[in-house]
């Protein structure tokens, strides 16, 4: 017997690549300005956001009522979010092909509209690679989720020439870009910028889904008032319109690319921790502030990728 929830029919149609999330009106194609609740950890008694003591349900009201218009989250946060009127994505990791198909009926119960998944370890062979690709590709289809493989340190992805190569023998894979891994972790600013986003392209035109954080050329999370992030939101801000172009061109009715800021806290190594007036650590600004920020930022981007598909159209 099918289950009742038509999206968990298996679909033998075939497909060319992972689709676009939808929501299913004709609206012109947009950005959905989301957070991902890992923004939201272990916010400080100082933070202007909501805090791990006010319990899930407080802090997403928080974030409905600062703007968000979705969130990324696990399926316990997704329903309450719905109850208010937030649609979520999920995420996960897999590491052997056969771990994937076992996560996607929950996530489809809980109603994500979309997953981000970090895939493997980074150690696999082109053989191993190309298998993950294929089965995410296949998965998504079959269960009609757009899945999105995350630019990300430890996994397949970690190398962007890597990452590039198999984008070419796998054109129906689409990202979730956290570009933070590759700005810091690979030294984008170390010779020539122009080049290095020029080889990018396959990568940006397949980006249906972002992580905003931004780091310098030695830390992966820094603040933007820092003095070091002027120039490297330059090419952050270049990198989110390249991308954000590359869904427009080829983006239909209802079609939207999710934002998400997802700045982490210092527990986890991500979010740095200063000497405070008193020589207690305390995390160097105000994660809940600087998402607002990043959002205010794409926004922006997005603007400057309509506007370059415009002029790229009347030629």
């Known amino acids: 017997m099918l289950p009742l929830d038509p999206r968990l029919w298996p679909d033998t149609t075939p497909t060319t690549m992972i689709q676009n999330t939808n929501d299913g009106t004709i609206a012109s194609p947009y950005l959905r300005t989301d957070f991902n609740m890992g923004n939201a950890w272990e916010l400080p008694a100082w933070s202007k956001g909501p805090k791990d003591a006010d319990g899930p349900a407080a802090k997403l009201q928080a974030i409905k009522a600062a703007g968000y218009r979705g969130i990324q989250g696990s399926p316990e946060e997704a329903v309450i979010a719905k109850s208010i009127g937030l649609p979520s994505t999920g995420g996960a990791r897999f590491n052997k092909p056969e771990e994937l198909e076992p996560m996607i009926e929950p996530w489809l119960k809980a109603g994500y509209q979309a997953a981000t998944l970090h895939v493997g370890w980074g150690h696999e062979d082109d053989a191993t690679v190309d298998r993950l690709v294929d089965t995410t590709v296949r998965m998504s289809a079959k269960y009609k989720l757009p899945l999105y493989i995350e630019t990300h340190r430890a996994t397949i992805t970690q190398d962007t020439w890597r990452t590039v190569q198999f984008t070419k023998r796998n054109p129906e894979v689409r990202f979730n870009a956290d570009f933070s891994h590759w700005y810091t972790g690979l030294e984008m600013w170390y010779g020539d910028l122009n080049e290095k986003l020029d080889f990018l392209a396959p990568v940006f035109e397949r980006v249906r889904f972002l992580h905003a954080r931004c780091g310098n050329s030695s830390h992966i999370q820094v603040p933007l008032a820092d003095p070091s992030m002027k120039a490297a939101m330059e090419t952050f801000r270049e990198m989110w319109t390249r991308s954000m172009a590359g869904f427009l061109r080829t983006a239909k009715p209802g079609d939207f690319i999710s ?51 415009a002029a790229a159209a009347k030629g």
């Open 259 to 309: 934002f998400n800021p997802e700045l982490l806290p210092a527990s986890i190594n991500y979010a740095r921790n200063i000497s405070g007036p008193d020589g207690a650590l305390r995390e160097e600004s105000d994660r809940w502030t600087e998402a607002l920020q990043l959002t205010a930022v794409a926004k922006e981007c997005f603007t400057a990728a309509q506007q370059r598909v």
